[in-house]
């Protein structure tokens, strides 16, 4: 019997499968493993500490705690990710940056916290009208379960949320679930790896978000052949929004609350700034063809995605993902 030959077509099938079995690895560390490594971590405290968990009020407590949930949330991502794409992140060492465009990153940043800023608002819109018309729950925000309480707890915090996770996500979505797709065409790339990056969230309020926002990074990515950059817009993304909602009501300091406050005023205000004016961004990214990305031959755009979403293991993913997404609006 005779092999059925290498095409492009089904090599882009092939990987397309890596990436629903990304899919469902994702549910399986968000349920499973993370119950498993919080028993282990539970036990190791209480060896330790002799006590059955955390006391998050101490500045110590919290800071553990937050790294007990980075661990949990990026470390099995990094090693199954790891494992499934590790030849064809070797395969992508050719590839070279776009020539650059006078501001980009800058307009970039703009159109990409518009998009994202967009989508937040469409969010919230539908998640009215699903709770009006069949009394669905809002979506609780973004770690409202370890918001600080203190000055030192906001800093932990802010360490975490500006420091960790940037550089954690950037890695891993815009450059090990990134780069594999880059072969086959860097706009299926951008929309595949920032498609995970909403759905790896499971978490509605955030979903249009983070996709949005995820797909400009997926661009600064590609257009600069580098994390390092997507890694700073990031971190200036995670700042506003630390500033703009998670701050604690008082920290019992006047001083601290007053400096605080402004702060957060400012950062929201630079939020709505960046809904309205960088639609102006918007317009000039697509004018400057920022958004444009080379293509092999082999393959079109439609045609890639007809694969890459027709593929049963991707459809079950996503599918599972937004199922587990709907389910969190009842924990």
């Known amino acids: 019997m005779n092999p059925v030959p290498d095409t492009p077509q089904k090599s882009l099938r092939d990987i397309s499968v890596k990436y629903g079995a990304a899919m469902l690895f994702m549910i399986f560390s968000y349920i499973v493993l993370g119950i498993v490594l919080n028993i282990i971590f539970s036990i190791i405290i209480q060896l330790v500490t002799g006590t059955a968990g955390l006391d998050t009020s101490t500045d110590a407590g919290y800071a553990f705690y937050l790294f007990i949930n980075s661990f949990v949330s990026y470390v099995p991502l990094f090693l199954m990710f790891g494992i499934l794409f590790r030849r064809d ?7 070279t940056p776009y020539p650059k465009t006078g501001g980009e990153l800058i307009i970039l940043f703009l159109a990409g916290g518009c998009l994202a800023r967009t989508g937040a608002l469409i969010t919230s819109f539908i998640s009215t009208a ?40 950037e890695l891993l979505y815009r450059h090990l679930l990134l780069r594999p797709m880059r072969k086959y065409g860097d706009m ?36 600069r052949n580098s994390v390092v950059p997507a890694i700073i817009l990031h971190m200036i993304n995670n700042i506003m929004a630390g500033f703009s909602s998670y701050l604690p009501e008082t920290f019992g300091n006047e001083l601290a609350d007053t400096i605080f406050a402004a702060l957060a005023e400012f950062m929201v205000l630079s939020g709505w700034i960046l809904l309205f004016g960088g639609a102006v961004a918007v317009v000039i990214a697509v004018i400057k063809h920022l ?41």
């Open 89 to 95: 992140i070797a395969e992508t060492a050719y590839l």
């Open 130 to 169: 699903l709770n009006d018309l069949f009394d669905v729950p809002r979506p609780e925000m973004a770690f409202a379960d370890s918001i600080s309480q203190s000055t030192a707890q906001f800093i932990i915090f802010e360490i975490f949320g500006v420091i960790v996770a940037p550089i954690c996500e």
């Open 188 to 223: 299926a790339a951008a929309v595949i790896s920032a498609l995970m990056f909403g759905l790896g969230h499971f978490n509605f309020d955030q979903f249009l978000y983070t996709f949005l926002f995820g797909f400009t990074l997926a661009v600064v990515a590609i257009r």
């Open 291 to 331: 958004f444009v990305f080379r293509q092999p031959d082999r393959m079109t755009d439609a045609e890639e995605f007809r694969i890459i979403f027709t593929t049963p293991v991707v459809l079950i993913g996503i599918a599972a993902s937004l199922v587990l997404t709907f389910v969190m609006l009842y924990k």
